[in-house]
């Protein structure tokens, strides 16, 4: 495969070229900066390898759309090859190479300010070389009424040079201040004809609106189309009709030429009857001519009536003349959409209106195919809005730990079932006191599960008032209620293909609890204000600590429910039952937050370590990890001492009577007991004391501990 590195290496973006099993072929300079890959490693890599977007079925779905637009623009993001995610916009374009298909890539990093903004400067270049590629005139204005971009047909059509428009005022070339106002305001798609006199040129030229985050319009653009030709074509055919007053050989001469014209004509009069139409007319609707001149104009336009047809009359008297975009419907129901360009015509007492028919059904079609592509961009644009808001909430959140610290046994049998239940897409339901870390264990699971690709979405379900939690689990449209501004994407739409971590599922609403039991059971909902059925694939971990069991006999909680839950149940231990995991613990936060505080303390006391052991810790890890925190900052030189009033029992005070030999002998003993008598190694007592083992043996014998005192 040749390409032209040259031409693409002058390309000011990076930019990808793939085959169609998702591997890259090749990559410029740019994109190797960009994911900080060389070119040779790169071409090792799949689009799956880079983007967290992809996977077999998306990348296919990709190409489909591609092959069949011959374009597609979205966002997504990048991972760099020191695990960097960056939020870009890509426009994606399809080639055939020597017999073979390819994608090729266009990407703009987007800053964190500007990720949900894709009119940015660099968002605006890929808008231009995504109009540049549509092989239509366009153009785009902004709020200001200023040429901002024409692109290649635009220039050709239009006749311009370079950019001699660009940063002018529109209504320089295309004097329609009105009609682009009127799209600024109403956010509706406007059309109108304008003749260039010094090009020569009739034009059609549709106005329509780029909406921005708020949906307010900030850009419009236009999409011109050519019809000098039809136009020429029309004036020289009233023109002809006008001649009909001089003679009858000019009359049947005036015949042949409409009749012999490859466009619809009809004449109809006030009441709507058909009075002439030529040949093509008959051919295009299907009629006689005979047939026709029966009929009423309604018969063959489903959007009129008697009363809207003599409305269209007494404007068209009014204006002289009239564009109208309506559908035609033929003799076989087939129906059509038409452009009709209507115009008065008085002849020897009598008025008519003369209309010549364009069909636009292609047009309307390929304008249907942008609308939904753009419309397709707007709902990917929504859904990454939705889900960096959610990251970035997260990422404000400050976690517990960074890691599971253990050297209980009990833990340790967890992590094991932690570990088969990963890749699983069981139901988990995770159960413990508050502050054993249930939120950790959900965080270990899906890390390491097939999903962590995709987000992790938590709900606190006792952190949200009764009234607002359907709307967040499952989203609104806007209007759905009062204040629903906008529409809003729920947790379970944000966790598609990743997971979603219900915190406190006991405090769950019971009217709500059969909604949850249906995403449960067939992964299926409704947004709020939308009768539409959603279906997502989302695995599911549950947390609480309350007795489910009990809350279902006392009609709490969903028997039904509880069941689906309750599938693959943990169950973790409070920390007054991992006494040997305290000394562990309280090192690893004093070492998190020694930045934090910005004090270092070389240990800690005996007295401290003893009440710490000592103590029932009723707020668990949450609480040890509190009263570390709080100690660092209270005391006084590089010895961690933990004040008496830290603590909610009496365990400080109860030692104040204590010799120091009394203190030091029970916490040796609880350490050895957590160790099972092991002194030396890893895990042994010495270890975490931070004694050499020949020091603790000396120290227990003079202290009188042997296996006796276990």
């Known amino acids: ?88 916009e890509i426009y994606v374009s399809r080639y055939d190479i020597d017999g073979k298909e390819y994608f090729c890539g266009m990407v703009v990093e987007i800053s964190e300010l500007s990720f949900t903004n894709s009119l940015s400067r ?215 959409d038409v452009e009709i360009s209507a115009n008065l015509l008085e002849f020897e007492g009598n008025t008519f209106s003369v209309g010549f028919v364009h069909d636009i059904t292609e047009k309307k079609k390929s304008e249907k195919k942008l609308k939904d592509a753009l419309a397709e961009i707007q709902s ?19 976690h517990n730990f960074e890691e599971i610290i253990t050297q209980n046994a009990e833990m340790k049998k967890i992590l094991t079932n932690v570990e088969r239940v990963a890749n699983t897409r069981t139901t988990v339901l995770i159960l413990g006191e508050t502050g054993t870390g249930k939120e950790l264990i959900a965080r270990a699971i899906h890390n390491i599960s097939n999903r962590n690709k995709h987000p992790l979405v938590k709900v606190n379900c006792a952190a949200l008032p009764a ?38 599922i006991g405090e769950l609403p019971i009217e709500l609890q059969p909604k949850l039991l249906r995403v449960l059971q067939d992964g299926e909902f409704e947004r709020l204000g939308n009768p539409k059925t959603f279906k997502v694939d989302v695995r599911v971990i549950a947390a609480t600590n309350r007795n489910l069991s009990e809350e279902v006999k006392k009609g709490n909680f969903r028997p039904d429910l509880f069941y689906r839950l309750n599938v693959f149940p943990i169950s973790l231990p409070p920390l007054r039952q991992r006494k040997e995991d305290i000394p562990l613990l309280v090192n690893y936060f004093i070492n998190k937050f020694s930045h934090k505080t910005g004090r270092k303390f070389s240990s800690v006391s005996h007295k401290t370590m003893a009440a710490c052991q000592l103590y029932d810790w009723p707020g668990n890890i949450r609480e040890l990890e509190n009263v570390i925190e709080r100690a660092m900052i209270t005391s006084m030189g590089t010895e961690l001492v933990i004040n008496e009033n830290l603590f909610h029992s009496n365990s400080i005070r109860d030692i104040e009577n204590m010799t120091i030999e009394n203190i030091e002998k029970e916490h040796i003993l609880k350490v050895l007991q957590s160790t099972a008598y092991r002194i030396r190694g890893e895990k042994g007592a010495a270890k975490i004391l931070g004694l050499k083992p020949t020091t603790l ?4 014998k003079k202290l009188g501990i042997s296996k006796n005192n276990l």
Not at 210 to 232: L, Y
Not at 380 to 398: G, P, S, T, V
Not at 477 to 488: D, M, P, Q, W
Not at 697 to 700: L, N, Q
């Open 1 to 88: 495969m040749t390409f032209h590195f040259a031409d693409i290496e002058k390309i000011p973006f990076p930019v990808f070229w793939a085959d169609k099993s998702m591997k890259i072929v090749y990559a410029n300079q740019k994109a190797c900066v960009h994911l900080g890959y060389s070119l040779d490693e790169l071409t090792k890599l799949t689009i799956e390898d880079i983007s967290l977007r992809f996977q077999p079925l998306k990348w296919e779905e990709l190409t489909s759309t591609i092959s069949e637009k011959g374009f597609h623009y979205f966002e997504s993001r990048h991972i760099t090859k020191n695990k960097t995610i960056i939020p870009v």
């Open 122 to 336: 660099e968002g605006s270049l890929l808008l231009e070389a995504f109009l540049n590629y549509i092989d239509e005139p366009l153009g785009l204005i902004d709020n200001m009424m200023n040429v901002i971009y024409y692109n290649q047909n635009a220039k050709k059509l239009l006749g311009i040079e370079n950019d001699d428009y660009i940063g002018k005022k529109c209504l320089t070339l295309i004097n329609q201040e009105n009609e682009i106002k009127k799209v600024f305001q109403s956010g509706k798609t406007e059309m109108v004809e304008q003749y260039l006199p010094e090009k020569d040129l009739w034009l059609d030229v549709l106005y329509h609106p780029i909406f921005g985050k708020n949906r307010e319009v900030v850009k419009v653009a236009q999409h011109f189309r050519d019809i000098t030709a039809r136009k020429k074509a029309e004036i020289s055919l009233l023109d002809t009709l006008m001649e009909l007053k001089r003679s009858e050989e000019e009359k049947r001469l005036s015949h042949f030429v409409i009749d012999n014209t490859h466009q619809a004509i009809f004449m109809l009069k006030k009441d709507g009857t058909f009075f002439r139409v030529n040949d093509y007319a008959c051919e295009y609707w299907g009629y006689s001519r005979q047939e026709l001149e029966q009929m009423k104009v309604w018969q063959i336009n489903p959007t009129l009536n008697e009363k809207s047809w003599s409305k269209i009359w007494e404007q068209l008297c009014r204006e002289k003349r009239l564009l109208l975009e309506t559908i035609h419907q033929t003799s076989n129901g087939e129906l059509r």
């Open 380 to 398: 990917l644009k929504n859904k990454l809005e939705a889900e960096n808001i959610y990251l970035q909430d997260e990422i404000k959140l400050e």
């Open 467 to 504: 009234s607002l939690i359907e709307s967040e689990l499952f989203g609104y449209e806007k209007g759905a209620f009062t204040g629903a501004l906008y529409k809003k994407i729920g947790r379970f739409e944000l966790a598609d293909k990743g997971t979603i971590f219900l915190d406190e």
């Open 697 to 700: 043996e000396a120290r227990m």
